[in-house]
């Protein structure tokens, strides 16, 4: 019965996937990306040694970038969108076993990893045609990144077995990577400072040095510059990929042991009140809307309110302050320039970050909670509304705004010269900052189709063949051909905002 | 808010509909739509599943665009003049479209708000809006922890906060106890005495029976009746029908009285004694029914016009299935 319940769930899996569009789209997407590297590789022949591993070589690095993209959104998704959807007891009613539902969700999306890379197959003979890498190397190549996906699958299962939210698996998830990837530098680092402050001896230093490089080859960022590397001809099976099937499958266990408990009480997810639960009783009552009521609505149960506010300036003060004291002591010449810098790169990118994440859950809460019919039918016009929201979730990045004119209080030299003049006008900051409006404008409109990744998603459609414009033609790139490029994104920013509007209005009648 | 003396109904439509139809790509979910509402009544709106009467209340409402034809409230084009008719307009729909992270007070203070009433206004209409609700003990409760009935009630408060003229309420009562659907159906009394136009869509047809000035029957895609409550029930089949209610138990009585000049079926009523009497007109009017039913020897102690009920009218007027 077990297995006929993982069956049927694997099988509706693959045969949505198949009916839409959107899943053709993206292999089709991915297909064309790797055939641009292979034509930018072509057109530049001379400049390589190696043509073949270098175009394998971006394909490996895309690869590992979207694998950590599908765990920080497809993965972690796994259980926890069956919780939010109520689902979850309807599958165990039907009969379906923990390991059965597991298994059930798991596999589909598993596959369709494994799907995504067989697209690239036939380029990969391209490779080994254009020259420089191996059959060998390829193999094992794909071998590491499937053990990371499957490393990726049982972090997933676990966490949005254990995490009630989506939301929340998620952002463990990305905390989990994080941690990760940072860990071996900031080791070697302590490691590095401990020993010149006497603290530690050169064994303990070794060890720690040796304990962050066992953590750097737990991953493919560790794992794939040895297989790339010329005349590699070790095993498939690296101590990454023995150490990522094993955690893997340790997690999916857990996932299957914890299940149980983390799932027994089924409750309607509700929408969250933030920080206004800290004064329900004491101050709502009491305090009364603003006139402005769509700016006071997302101010305070999107953005956490004042309080959220003050807390994350405090945060942000502190962590700064620490930092600023650091810098201090280690400098000893132009201590403010360098104190000044560091907050305004600090602050510049916490709002990068913070502006996707904020906008993304702009509309998308209203739709997840059926308010935007209600909203919609106010007598204001679509761009008000709009216009309305983004004006409540605004103050939410004052806290990085003053922290950052803080730090150009602090070096204004540094501020004119270097971020504005140099950044922004002569190494093309301004090209950079007409994409990243472009990528919030997709991920906003993403927000309004997919249920989970928007942000991910939204960022790999625009950073990507960005990323890979500038690392190769975009390098030697005319001023032209730049602002060509730039008038497309401008042109495609107002299309999105188009269809942002024109599927509010659709998503508020249905 | 407090509930004036009932006005006379309008003779104004409130809201009028010609030649609608709207698709959802190749489904043709309206098909040459033509109703009024009148103004001031209380209009039932009822069809089967699947029907039409959602597309046609977001139509009303200005969440849909008509593709062909015309949608007016109170003379204004949906299409053209919607923030006009949203002023004017209170819409509940089925689902329960609600804030629920906040207090009862903070989410009709929020719509008074955003409808643009002033701050020394939104006190006295929330007050009143509570009040007419019953929900004043309850204001600073969160939303999330309330009944159904309680959410329905603060749904009903809130397309209140306007003061709309005329009010589109979905399926209002699904989901609702007994007692729940008895005061909401008071609520709307009260409604209806201060002037609003109602249009409630239900399928808990014996109240809206009970509660509606006029009725629209929608099936397919098409009406099939748009009317007086009284007309629809009023309105026989084939032939006219009374109601004879005997003093006794009929048994072999009925077959002899269904033997009569002029007599075309006797049926019995499910749960009484009584029979439903169907007569051809051209041989014997109800007089000479009455007389027959007396020749057979029936004691009959009551006899009069029999209405139908307004679910036999649903019957009637819908098809068998589901598009």
């Known amino acids: 019965m077990a297995a006929r319940g993982t069956f049927a769930l694997v099988e509706r899996a693959m045969r949505v996937d198949t009916r839409l569009a959107r899943t053709h789209l993206i292999r089709l997407g991915f297909a064309l990306l790797i055939l641009l590297f292979v034509v930018q590789v072509q057109q530049g022949m001379a400049n390589y040694s190696a043509p073949g591993r270098d175009v394998f070589r971006s394909m490996c690095w895309v690869n590992f970038f979207l694998l950590n993209l599908a765990g920080v959104s497809f993965f972690s998704t796994v259980i926890t969108e069956e919780k939010e959807e109520l689902t979850l007891g309807l599958l165990r009613m039907a009969g379906i076993s923990p390991v059965g539902i597991l298994l059930g969700k798991v596999t589909p999306r598993l596959l369709g990893v494994v799907l995504l890379l067989s697209v690239q197959l036939p380029f990969t003979i391209l490779a080994i045609t254009l020259g420089g890498v191996s059959i060998d190397q390829i193999f094992a190549a794909y071998v590491a990144l499937l053990a990371f996906a499957v490393l990726m699958a049982g972090l997933g299962a676990f966490l949005s077995t254990v995490c009630a939210r989506s939301s929340l698996a998620a952002s463990l998830t990305t905390a989990t990577l994080a941690a990760v990837f940072i860990m071996p530098y900031l080791l070697r680092d302590a490691g590095r400072e401990m020993y010149r402050a006497r603290d530690i001896d050169v064994v303990t230093r070794e060890t720690i040095y040796e304990a962050a490089e066992i953590i750097e080859r737990t991953t493919p960022l560790g794992s794939l510059d040895v297989i790339l590397t010329t005349g590699f001809n070790d095993s498939p099976l690296s101590f990454q990929v023995i150490v990522d099937l094993s955690c893997g499958a340790i997690l999916f266990l857990l996932a299957w042991m914890l299940f149980d408990v983390s799932t027994r009480n089924e409750s309607q997810s509700t929408p969250a009140r933030g920080m206004m639960a800290l004064f329900t009783k004491r101050v709502a009552s009491q305090s009364r809307v603003w006139n402005h009521a769509i700016v006071w609505k997302d101010f305070n149960f999107l953005t956490g309110g004042v309080t959220a506010v003050v807390i994350k300036l405090l945060a942000y003060a502190i962590l700064m302050g620490a930092m600023s004291v650091m810098i201090s002591n280690r400098v000893r010449t132009e201590v403010a320039d360098n104190v000044g810098a560091t907050l305004m790169a600090s602050m510049l990118t916490a709002l990068i970050v913070e502006i996707p994440i904020y906008l993304s859950r702009l509309f998308r809460e209203e739709l997840r909670w059926e308010t935007w019919s209600c909203l919609t039918l106010l007598p204001k016009t679509m761009t008000r509304v709009a216009l309305g929201k983004l004006a409540g979730v605004a103050p939410a990045f004052l806290p990085a705004i003053i922290v950052f004119t803080v730090g150009a209080f602090i070096a204004p030299k540094f501020f004119e010269n270097y971020l504005f003049k140099r950044i922004f006008i002569r190494e093309d900051g301004w090209y950079w900052m007409l994409q990243y409006i472009l990528a919030v404008h997709v991920i906003v409109m993403l927000s309004l189709v997919v249920k989970w990744g928007a942000v991910p998603f939204g960022i790999s459609v625009v950073v990507v063949p960005n990323v890979i414009f500038m690392a190769t033609a975009g390098r030697n790139a005319s ?18 905002q188009w269809m942002i509007i024109r599927q509010l209005k659709t998503l508020a009648a249905t | 808010m407090t509930p004036p003396e009932p006005q006379p109904a309008s003779n104004e439509p409130a809201v009028v509909l010609r030649g609608v139809q709207h698709s959802f790509r190749k489904f043709k979910a309206l098909v040459d739509i033509n109703f009024d509402v009148p103004s001031q009544s209380l209009h039932g709106f009822v069809g089967p599943n699947g029907a039409g009467k959602t597309t046609v209340l977001k139509l009303i409402c200005t969440l849909l665009k008509p593709q062909t034809g015309k949608v007016e409230v109170f003379g204004r084009d949906v299409a053209t003049d919607y923030l006009e008719v949203r002023r004017r307009l209170g819409f509940m729909p089925d689902h329960f479209s609600m804030y629920r992270q906040m207090t009862v007070y903070e989410y009709l203070d929020f719509f008074a708000a955003a409808y643009g009433l002033p701050l020394e206004t939104r006190t006295k209409v929330l007050d009143d809006v509570l009040e007419l609700t019953d929900m004043g003990g309850k204001r600073t409760e969160l939303i999330n922890g309330l009944s159904r009935g309680m959410q329905q009630r603060v749904g009903l408060a809130r397309v209140l906060v306007n003061d709309p003229d005329i009010l589109l309420l979905d399926e209002p009562a699904s989901g609702l106890d007994p007692r729940a659907r ?46 007086t409550m009284h007309e629809l029930l009023d309105h026989q089949a084939e032939y006219p029908t009374y109601r004879l209610t005997p003093a ?14 002029g007599i075309v079926s006797v049926e019995e009523v499910e749960g009484s004694v009584d029979v439903r009497v169907a007569f051809d007109p051209q041989q ?17 102690t009551g006899f009069a016009r029999a209405q139908r009920h307004l679910n036999q009218a649903f019957m009637d007027l819908t098809e068998k299935g589901v598009r």
Do not use: Q, W
């Not at chain 2, 009394?189 to 808990?204: Q, V």
């Not at chain 2, 014997?284 to 009959?300: H, K, Q």
């Open chain 1, 479 to 496: 001023i032209v051909t730049l602002a060509t490029i730039a008038v497309c994104t401008f042109l495609m920013t107002l299309f999105f």
């Open chain 2, 284 to 300: 014997v009017d109800s007089n000479g029914v009455l007389r027959a039913a007396m020749d057979v020897g029936i004691t009959v």
């Open chain 2, 182 to 227: 008895i005061e909401l159906m008071d609520v709307l009394r009260a409604l209806r005495s201060m002037g609003k136009t109602i249009i409630i869509s239900s399928h808990i047809l014996s109240e809206l029976a009970e509660l509606c000035d006029s009725v629209t029957i929608i099936d397919r895609g098409t009406i099939r009746y748009c009317g």
């Open chain 2, 248 to 261: 006794e138990p009929l048994n072999g009585l009925r077959d002899k009285l269904g033997e009569a000049t």
